[in-house]
């Protein structure tokens, strides 16, 4: 089971409004990331961080920002939203070791969170 | 240019067949390939990751291969059941950093009808 928490998993809202879509980690994993994904389309990275107080865009541009104040909390933020930001949007985190056996790191995913900017 | 890509796009098949999903990439230095299956409005699950040493892995009905010369997965799911419905999501990870920068297919709609 999936120890990576995502809410509000269904979000509809109003143009202009201020949101934040929570992500919490009980893993311990000091690496989490945020995703963008629309119906049909890759996965495609947004913002990540490697520990407390480290946050990073990632490949596509969003207007979104993120905070990591807490190892187990990265709450994403959009000041302003619009129709343009709907989609769904993943939080994942990465073990900070490789696995001893196959020198891989683990990587979990949340169940998302369907935002709908009307 | 880092490229994961999947065939087919979609894919249905009746309940108790077998069927395989294809996933080719470009990704250089290659580190592993991952197979996640993503239910219809949940995050993905991992089902198999594996290293360039191994070609082949399991996980129940899930058998996946690695062809890193060819650069080349597979993913075999065996007599296939309802629940299987879902898109199943290639995922190849890089050796050129520390985070491990991971390249994801588009996915395959996999649906199992009755």
């Known amino acids: 089971e999936a120890d990576i928490y995502q809410t509000p998993r269904y979000l509809v809202i109003g143009t202009g409004k201020k949101i934040t879509l929570e992500c919490s980690q009980t893993m311990g994993h000091d690496k989490m990331y945020w995703y963008q994904q629309d119906p049909g389309m890759e996965l495609h990275l947004i913002h990540y961080s490697y520990g407390v107080n480290s946050t990073e865009k990632g490949d596509l541009s969003s207007e979104s920002t993120v905070s990591r104040i807490r190892t187990e909390h990265f709450p994403l933020t959009l000041e302003s939203a619009r129709p343009s930001h709907t989609s769904q949007y993943l939080c994942?985190?990465?073990?900070?070791?490789?696995?001893?056996?196959?020198?891989?790191?683990?990587?979990?995913f949340g169940s998302g969170t369907r935002l709908t900017v009307v | 240019k880092n490229q994961v890509e999947q065939s087919p796009q979609s894919l249905i098949i009746l309940e108790g067949k077998n069927c395989t999903l294809q996933c080719n990439y470009t990704v250089s230095p290659f580190s592993n390939l991952r197979w996640y299956k993503q239910d219809t409005g949940r995050g993905p699950v991992s089902l198999t990751i594996?290293?360039?040493?191994?070609n082949t892995k399991s996980n129940g009905r899930y058998t996946a291969t690695l062809d890193a010369d060819t650069k080349q997965s597979s993913l075999h799911i065996t007599a296939s059941q309802l629940s299987d419905s879902a898109s199943y999501i290639c995922v190849v990870s890089d050796r050129g950093s520390t985070l491990g920068r991971l390249y994801f297919g588009r996915g395959t709609q996999l649906t199992v009808w009755p």
């Open positions: 594996m290293t360039f040493s191994e």
């Open positions: 994942a985190s990465s073990e900070s070791l490789p696995r001893r056996s196959t020198g891989t790191y683990g990587y979990t």
